[in-house]
């Protein structure tokens, strides 16, 4: 990787296995990229199912039906429509981010290091300021 990855400045995240790093610091002035553009899953287990909604102060089954879809037998979810782009449903115009933040799901956490991007470097970097080669 070049200097940009191995600069002691930033707050700089590397991964085995990924040709980029991360800098979270980009996250600050993104305006959440990563929640909202073109359609997607974000795949929700159970027990983030019982974290989000005890966060929200509601009851398992009126969080799904709000919030989930079922999709090839797994939860993902919701999204809105809005201004020709796709919204996670947790995604929160006023603060530009994640209004779920502390208990948000696994893959959220993970990203931008997921495996489809080991494949798919350019969508990444296209997607998100972060990113450093």
Known sequence: MREECESKLM??????GFDYCFDSEACRGCQGYCCRGKSGN?????????EISSFLGMNVVDFLHQFVNR??????????FEEGNYHCVFYDDQIQGCSVYEVRP????????WEYFKMHGAEVLEECPGIRQ
Not at 71 to 80: G, H, P, Q, V
């Open 106 to 113: 696994d893959q959220c956490r993970r990203f931008p290091f």
């Open 11 to 16: 707050p700089i995240i590397v991964k085995n």
């Open 42 to 50: 974000v795949w929700i287990s159970e027990y983030e199912v019982k």
């Open 71 to 80: 999709s090839n037998n797994r939860l993902s979810l919701k999204e809105r």
